[in-house]
């Protein structure tokens, strides 16, 4: 499995332009559902920190494969969605990586990671 995380700050002279421009993507995004081969799963979450270092928006999706996620990189729907999206984005930060869940050598990580 394929984990795609993109972190995207968001246009807005106001809150209230910043909200309705997270609302577009978050719309924009989730039209995606349905229409992606091998898209397993797609989130959109939006920034409660309030911290003035944090993005505004996330995208987190999987995809079952390498392939799938390359697909969906050329896909015309995806196109779509980007080309709606052009004007929002001030910054936008992109992590792809195969997930471990599940091995043994992820859990012994997650355990190094989490310790003091």
């Not at 246009?11 to 577009?24: N, P």
């Not at 004007?87 to 997930?99: K, P």
Request: net charge negative; charged share 20%.
């Amino acid at each position: 499995m394929i984990k795609h995380i993109v972190m995207w700050n968001v246009r807005g002279q106001s809150a209230s332009d910043k909200a309705e421009g997270i609302a577009r993507l978050q719309r924009s995004f989730h039209s995606l559902r349905g229409r992606i081969p091998g898209l397993l799963h797609l989130e959109i979450g939006v920034d409660s920190s309030g911290v003035d270092y944090a993005c505004d928006v996330v995208l987190y999706s999987e995809f079952e494969s390498q392939a799938a996620l390359d697909g969906y990189a050329v896909h015309p729907e995806h196109h779509r969605v980007k080309n709606e999206l052009a004007d929002l984005r001030i910054a936008r930060h992109q992590v792809d990586y195969h997930s471990l869940s599940g091995a043994p050598e992820a859990a012994t990580l997650t355990a190094q990671q989490e310790t003091p």
